[in-house]
């Protein structure tokens, strides 16, 4: 099966940077996009950034022009390069592969990241 695998999470101070990376392994023939969820405590998951195979970006509008998305489509990675942080972008951060076709199927799937943490400190 497919896994989807977040690294790069930790603690950083107001106005730092983190970079996130994501892989997703397995027997994949193709990702239609690639994306970046967080959840902050007692709130409601929200997107951060995706992007598609041939480049295209979406950004929430918390983190426009601070955060940026990249992907290496033949290694089925992701990552993300979040920049001038602020505690209100403390959260758990999830990787997700949407519209995953595998080799072997015409199937397509999505697949979650267990997530990783990002804590900002003021």
């Known amino acids: 099966q497919v896994q989807v695998v977040e690294s790069g999470g930790g603690l950083v101070q107001t106005g730092g940077s983190l970079r996130l990376s994501c892989v997703a392994s397995?027997?994949?023939?193709?990702?239609?996009?690639m994306s970046w969820y967080r959840r902050a405590s007692g709130k409601k998951r929200e997107l951060v950034a995706s992007?598609?195979?041939?480049?295209?970006?979406d950004y929430g509008d918390g983190v426009k022009g601070r955060f940026t998305i990249t992907r290496d489509n033949a290694k089925n990675t992701v990552t993300l390069q979040m920049d001038s942080l602020n505690p209100e972008d403390t959260a758990v951060y999830y990787c997700?592969?949407?519209?995953?076709?595998?080799?072997?199927?015409?199937?397509?799937?999505?697949?979650w990241g267990q997530g990783t943490q990002v804590t900002v400190s003021s």
């Open positions: 992007i598609t195979t041939d480049g295209r970006t």
């Open positions: 397995g027997s994949i023939f193709s990702i239609d996009v």
């Open positions: 997700n592969a949407d519209g995953v076709k595998l080799s072997w199927s015409v199937r397509k799937n999505t697949y």
